[in-house]
């Protein structure tokens, strides 16, 4: 499949870009692929391809992420109350970006996007050239502070009213033997302990499986490939969330999660993936497993 990005730069081609890494696969291309997005290269088809063998569920399991997203965040705007959006680790722009849902559902809606690959400053700022309450920062979602201090950020969030800090399927990039930062519980929890106004929200979501062993082997397979990976269990997500209050029903398979049929759809996965859609009808140990927690 050949590429073409929303900046006219045609993802196969090495001399576009000096800084985009062409060596290694990365988790935004490789997830926006499964989405039907266009931005990726041959590296990144492969790494989903490898993966498959082992673990088919990956497409489906990217798809229902991003249909988490859509109702995550109209559950915020619509039930919530909240005007202000912190996306970490938000991947390459597609369909129903958070912005798009926010502001569908309030138009004074604020979001910044934060992401460490390249690719994703470019497109964004590309979407976003005219759009005034939204902006995209290069930041790693693994040092808080960093994105706290950006001026970015600073101009969009008023950290003294409720903001919801999202975390849509990246917890499993946030090792525990990550020397970057103070590991995945600092990482995940210092903007909405420390900073947040009461009444703000946590989304996350990440992938779980149920037997610790084929966790751990997940881990090391994808790990390999270069993208920072930690497959946990259900239960040591909720470690990480202790002291939140969940918004019904709770940590979950996302299928679960307040499910809505009549949500907007998807664009169709790509052809040469089309045989892995649905696969987690049948497969149903490993899965994206999260929610929405409140603030009190």
């Not at 993802?11 to 039907?36: C, H, N, Q, V």
């Not at 399991?61 to 965040?73: C, G, H, K």
């Not at 964004?124 to 693994?142: H, K, P, S």
Request: hydrophobic share 40%; charged share 25%; glycine share 6%.
């Amino acid at each position: 499949m050949r590429g073409e990005g929303l900046i006219g730069m045609t993802m196969d081609d090495e001399s576009t870009a000096t800084s985009i890494p062409f060596d290694k696969p990365t988790s935004a291309r490789a997830y926006g692929w499964m989405l039907g997005g266009k931005d990726n290269y041959a590296i990144d088809r492969e790494f989903i391809r490898r993966t498959l063998v082992e673990f088919p569920e990956c497409v489906d399991i990217a798809r229902q992420n991003r249909l988490f997203l859509f109702r995550a965040v109209r559950y915020l705007v619509q039930e919530a109350g909240i005007r202000q959006f912190l996306d970490l680790g938000c991947g390459l722009p597609t369909d129903n970006n958070v912005h798009q849902v926010a502001q569908r559902f309030d138009p004074a809606a604020s979001v910044v996007y934060v992401d460490v690959d390249p690719i994703v400053l470019a497109q964004g700022r590309a979407l976003l050239a005219d759009n005034e309450a939204t902006t995209v920062i290069t930041a790693d979602m693994r040092d808080p502070e960093a994105i706290l201090a950006n001026p970015d950020a600073q101009q969009l969030i008023d950290f003294t009213e409720p903001v919801a800090v999202l975390f849509l399927s990246v917890g499993h990039h946030l090792k525990d033997s990550d020397d970057v930062g103070h590991g995945p519980r600092h990482a995940l929890r210092h903007i909405i302990d420390t900073v947040a106004a009461p009444g703000s929200h946590l989304a996350v979501s990440q992938i779980v499986h149920d037997d610790p062993v084929k966790a751990a082997r997940m881990s090391e397979q994808i790990d390999a490939a270069g993208i920072p990976w930690q497959t946990r269990t259900p239960a040591e997500v909720d470690a990480l969330l202790d002291g939140l209050e969940p918004v019904e029903p709770g940590l979950v398979n996302l299928n679960d999660w307040r499910p809505d049929p009549n949500q907007p759809l998807l664009e169709p996965a790509p052809a040469v993936l089309q045989p892995y859609v649905g696969i987690t009808e049948t497969r149903t140990d490993v899965y994206e497993y999260g929610g929405v927690l409140r603030k009190s």
